[in-house]
């Protein structure tokens, strides 16, 4: 448990859409709020771990107005209050900016876990352990902890940390390491030199630090947002506040925390992560990750297969029948159906991008 002396507050950030997810995860009701893998919805399972090292009234929830109602449904343990809504998304720095802005108010100088809702951590024991040493560094300094992730193939779909190999500091066998630079998703070639390099992480988007320090950087490098969240201040817990808030996004670019500031900050730390963490950022992902019959299928639902090989098969209601076919995943809901080949489910958002326009045209 990290020291009792530390005042510690988690920050799930739970707004997006899950638009890769489509077509079970919708606007109302997204990614982070179905169960892909196991009982509990994502939420729920990143709640779940975060709640052994932090109090529950501690514990902020930074989502939207869509999805408020089902994530007090969700998670009762938290307090209503502890729910922030935005009127709009603009990525992670204003979502990150306005929960240290409630959090200033209980403790300027507490440390805030920031995580995404929609992750997978397999051990979440040596998660947690890693979690308690950033705090631990976080707290007796002004510098700003990330975790990343050891890369295990040349990925490009995340982005990546350098970190220098010199030792900043350690704590419960956990290392901490300078950040000499962010890296965006790069192609494959790039992708093998970070890989053999061994001087690179994967960027988890899981980040540790005092609430003080995250805003003044946040003057620092994006004064405008400082700005306007201080502009804020004196209206949270009153019955301006959501008008407010809704006049201020309404005017505020959108930017995230790596662009805005961790790129520009000198004071930045890494400690490496090993706990069996993806991000699950595509359904051929929840393929990877999912139990495979000895015909290497995963099926959820209704399912009636002939000569089927590794495909994976989900349907909410009515049967779905394959014969002779593989390499597909299959996604059967109340209102649509899902068709698409292995390693081609990233392009699903174009699909969203597409019935979101067709739409629009329609409304017009």
Known sequence: MPDKTISVFGVIMAGGVGSRFWPRSREKNPK???????????????????????????????????????????????????????????????????????????????????????????????FNTV??????????????????????????????????????????????????????????????????????????GMFVWRCDAILNEIKKSLPELYNFLDSLKDSIGTNLMDSKISDIYSKIKSISIDHGVMEKSENVLVFKGNFGWNDVGSWDEVVRLSEKDENGNTVQGNIVMIDTKNSFLYSSNKIIATVGVEDLIVINTDDAILICK???????????????????????
């Open 32 to 126: 982070q709020l179905i169960s892909i893998l196991g009982n509990e919805t994502m939420i729920q399972q990143t709640f779940n771990r975060l709640k052994k090292i932090i109090p529950n009234r501690n514990n902020f929830i930074i989502t939207n107005k869509l999805q408020r109602s089902q994530i007090i449904k969700q998670l009762p343990e938290v307090p209503q209050e502890n729910i922030i809504s935005e009127p709009i998304g603009r990525n992670t720095a204003p979502c990150i900016g306005l929960a240290a802005l409630f959090i200033h108010r209980l403790n300027p100088e507490g440390v805030m876990v920031v995580v995404p809702a929609d992750h997978i951590i397999k051990d979440v024991d040596e």
């Open 131 to 204: 979690i308690e040493s950033a705090v631990d560094v976080a707290s007796k300094t002004s510098a700003l902890v990330t975790i990343g992730i050891k890369p295990n193939r040349p990925d490009t779909g995340y982005g990546y940390i350098q970190f220098d190999e010199k030792v900043v500091k350690t704590k419960n066998h956990h290392t901490s390491y300078k950040v000499k630079a962010f890296a965006e998703k790069p192609n494959i070639e790039t992708a093998q030199k970070f890989l053999e390099s061994g001087e690179f992480l994967w960027n988890s």
């Open 342 to 364: 292995k390693n081609e489910s990233q392009n699903v958002k174009k699909i969203v991008d597409h019935l979101r326009i067709k739409q629009m045209n329609e409304y017009l």
